[in-house]
């Protein structure tokens, strides 16, 4: 089993910054891949970006190309997503994930291809 604590979140005004954080403890040897994803009031979870944690390679949605970031502090176990030039369309409930096995996906940004989910952070973003 992997455990997954969100934090960071908060609220901030258009064009603001925020950085999120995700704490991995358990079984996180078994994982290589941690997502970030969001779920508006009404909407369906959509994923933000992802890096495979053995490799670095990073994939974004499209919509938060050049704004957000992920990266990850091996040593900590922890995932982070630093959002810039925040919109009020970003403000959503932010999920961290991490995916059990060591393969490739061919989708990263899909959320049926996780297996351990966080609790989430709240962000909200005022115009």
């Known amino acids: 089993q992997v455990q997954l604590v969100e934090s960071g979140g908060g609220s901030v005004q258009a064009g603001g910054s925020l950085r999120l954080s995700c704490a991995a403890s358990?079984?996180?040897?078994?994982?290589?891949?941690m997502g970030w994803f969001r779920q508006a009031p009404g909407k369906e979870r959509e994923g933000v970006a992802a890096?495979?944690?053995?490799?670095?390679?990073?994939y974004f949605a499209d919509s938060v190309k050049g704004r957000f970031t992920i990266s990850q502090d091996n040593a900590k176990k922890t995932v982070y997503l630093q959002m810039n030039s925040l919109k009020p369309e970003d403000a959503a409930m932010y999920y961290c994930?991490?995916?059990?096995?060591?393969?490739?996906?061919?989708?990263?940004?899909?959320?049926?291809?996780?297996?351990?989910w966080g609790q989430g952070t709240q962000v909200t973003v005022s115009s």
């Open positions: 890096i495979y944690t053995r490799g670095d390679l990073t």
């Open positions: 358990g079984n996180t040897y078994s994982t290589n891949l």
């Open positions: 994930a991490a995916r059990a096995g060591m393969g490739w996906v061919s989708a990263p940004l899909s959320r049926y291809v996780y297996n351990y």
